[in-house]
């Protein structure tokens, strides 16, 4: 966790993947992060996934294959991704990416939790 006064990281290379499965990221305090389609997909920042509380956010299954379509500045804070699913309303802030990049391993266990939980799988869409 950073300090309360901590410059945010920032992006000096952000690179789509030439099969459009995971994107990497590299920041300015030396970290750099592949980040999967499918994670980027199903942790979306956008109230289409997230909701406006946590009892509204949704998991997402079914997306073991979404492969993203572009990726598109949004101001000098973040980027828009749409993904091949027709999702495109999250707006991934450089702050969000470097956190899901290094709490990645347990955002997905997490997420995989949750599909269990919830009687979904990657592979099958549901909500």
Request: no cysteine; aromatic share 8%.
């Amino acid at each position: 966790m950073s300090a309360p006064n901590a410059v945010p990281a920032w992006p000096v290379e952000i690179r789509l993947l030439k099969d459009r499965r995971a994107l990497n990221v590299t920041f300015d305090d030396g970290t750099a992060f592949s980040l999967s389609a499918e994670m980027l997909r199903v942790t979306s920042p956008s109230a289409d996934v997230q909701g406006h509380s946590e009892a509204q956010r949704r998991t997402v299954g079914g997306k073991r294959d979404v492969t993203i379509l572009s990726v598109d500045a949004v101001g000098n804070y973040a980027v828009r991704i749409g993904f091949d699913d027709m999702h495109s309303t999250g707006i991934y802030s450089w702050a969000f990416l470097h956190d899901l990049g290094s709490n990645a391993e347990q955002r997905f266990k997490d997420y995989l939790d949750d599909l269990a939980a919830k009687g979904l799988d990657r592979d099958r869409p549901g909500s």
